[in-house]
C-alpha cells in the first residue's frame, strides 16, 4: 500500500517570499502523484501532477514541484508567494499503471501568507 | 455547466431526518468517488463507482447510502445521521486511463 507523509502542518511565509512544501511517500510500485489546493469553503483544485518524464513538473499559479525517487520526495514549491496562495495543500499518490486506482492523500499543510 | 457539480452547497439536519448530496460530473469520466472531510483529519474515501458498479466501501455505516445511476450522477443518501458525521462531503470523478480526480465543490453537512 501507498503513503503520504506531509511533514508540516502549517506553513507560515512572509508575502513576496519563497515557499517549499514537503512531501515524502512510500510504495514498493511506480507511482503518479499529485499536488491539490483547497481555498476556505471549497473543493480540491489540482496544482499539478507528475505521471512520468521531466521530474520538475510546473503547475498553475506559479508552482512547481520535483519528483525525486531516490529520496521518494515530491517537494512543491514556489518563488515568491501572494496573499491569494493562503490554503491547504494536500499531496497525494497513487498507483502508476492501475485504472481507477484510489488516491491516498497526506494529511495537508496549511499555508498562511503574512502580508 | 462544466466539471463536477455538488448541491445542495450547505444542508443542515436533525438525527431522524432523510436527505440526499448529489453530483453530476460533466467530463466524461466512467469513475466517481465520495469522500468525507473533517476538520483535522485526512480526507477519507467512502465509496468508489467504477461503471456505474461500487468497487470500493470503505467500511461506512450504513446511515451513508450511495447510488449511481448512470456514470453521470453520483447520490449520497443519509438517514438518522449523528453530530459527528458533520463534514464538508466531496464528490469527485476520474478518468479510466490515470487518476487524477477532479473535485466538486463539497456540501458542507451539518447535524444536529
Known amino acids: 500500500a501507498q503513503s503520504v507523509t506531509q511533514l508540516d502542518s502549517q506553513v507560515p511565509v512572509f508575502e513576496e517570499a519563497p515557499v517549499e512544501l514537503r512531501c515524502n511517500y512510500s510504495s514498493s510500485v511506480s507511482v503518479y502523484l499529485f499536488w491539490y489546493v483547497q481555498y476556505p469553503n471549497q473543493g480540491l483544485q489540482l496544482l499539478l501532477k507528475y505521471l512520468s518524464g521531466s521530474t520538475l513538473v510546473k503547475g498553475i499559479n506559479g508552482f512547481e514541484a520535483e519528483f525525486n525517487k531516490s529520496q521518494t520526495s515530491f517537494h512543491l514549491r514556489k518563488p515568491s508567494v501572494h496573499i491569494s496562495d493562503t490554503a491547504e495543500y494536500f499531496c497525494a499518490v497513487t498507483r502508476s499503471n492501475f485504472g481507477n486506482e484510489k488516491l491516498t492523500f497526506g494529511t495537508g499543510t496549511r499555508l498562511t501568507i503574512i502580508p | ?112
Do not use: I
Not at chain 2, 45 to 68: A, G, H, I, T, W
Not at chain 2, 79 to 97: K, R
Open chain 2, 1 to 112: 455547466e462544466t466539471g463536477v457539480t455538488q448541491t445542495p452547497r450547505h444542508l443542515v439536519m436533525g438525527m431522524t431526518n432523510k436527505k440526499s448530496l448529489k453530483c453530476e460530473q460533466h467530463l466524461g469520466h466512467n469513475a466517481m468517488y465520495w469522500y468525507k472531510q473533517s476538520a483535522k483529519k485526512p480526507l477519507e474515501l467512502m465509496f468508489v463507482y467504477s461503471l456505474e458498479e461500487r468497487v470500493e466501501n470503505n467500511s461506512v455505516p450504513s446511515r451513508f447510502s450511495p447510488e449511481c445511476p448512470n456514470s453521470s450522477h453520483l447520490f449520497l443518501h443519509l438517514h438518522t445521521l449523528q453530530p459527528e458525521d458533520s463534514a464538508l462531503y466531496l464528490c469527485a470523478s476520474s478518468p479510466g486511463s490515470y487518476n487524477e480526480q477532479f473535485f466538486g465543490p463539497g456540501t458542507r453537512l451539518t447535524v444536529l
